[in-house]
């Protein structure tokens, strides 16, 4: 799970994501121990996306001149990654291919280190709080969250079809409205 999760980091595909989940049920079964997983996690997916913005920083210059990229293009994308640059890499930790290749991807286009690190040890804690600290959560308490959906269900059954009658009436008034207005109009 370790080598798995710092091997996406580093931009090469690995069941880090998957093998998370897996083994933070497992800690909901009392096999592993739910802190020591989810701080090896964060360990590995942090250093993992640290050494792949080394990677980035350091050959990532000379493998980007070698493709067809204009400069101009290329700017403009330098300039949307200064802005945007930290959100990319908290937000593409939740998405397979962009989680591989974030930190690549801000140390090739020369992301400071210090940014980079902000956000990715942000997005790496929360992304093992979504993955692992909720599949442990979920599977450790999913008998008490099935009782209390039961008890809600009738209230929420309720609720849903309160709320499509006023959907329904809101729009018949639209209508009758604008058909009253054209008919007044003529």
Do not use: C
């Not at 070698?66 to 930290?86: C, D, H, N, Q």
């Amino acid at each position: 799970m370790f080598v798995a999760n710092f091997l996406e980091g580093v931009g090469i595909p690995a069941p880090g994501e998957m093998l998370t989940i897996a083994s933070a049920i497992d800690a909901a079964r009392g096999s592993l121990n739910i802190a020591l997983l989810l701080s090896l996690v964060l360990l590995a997916a942090v250093a993992g996306n640290s050494v792949g913005y080394l990677i980035g920083r350091v050959g990532g210059r000379p493998l980007l001149r070698k493709l067809p990229i204009s400069e101009a293009r290329l700017a403009r994308v330098e300039t949307g990654f200064e802005r945007y640059g930290g959100w990319f890499v908290l937000i593409a930790r939740f998405i397979d291919g962009p989680r591989q290749l974030n930190g690549i991807i801000a140390g090739l286009l020369e992301m400071p280190w210090w940014r980079f690190t902000f956000w990715n040890v942000l997005g790496a804690l929360l992304w093992v709080g979504v993955w692992g600290g909720g599949s442990y959560w979920l599977d450790r308490d999913i008998g008490h969250i099935s009782a209390a959906l039961k008890r809600i269900e009738p209230l929420a059954i309720g609720l849903v079809v309160a709320a499509l009658l006023a959907g329904l009436v809101y729009v018949w008034r639209r209508r009758h409205g604008a058909d009253h207005a054209a008919g007044e109009g003529s």
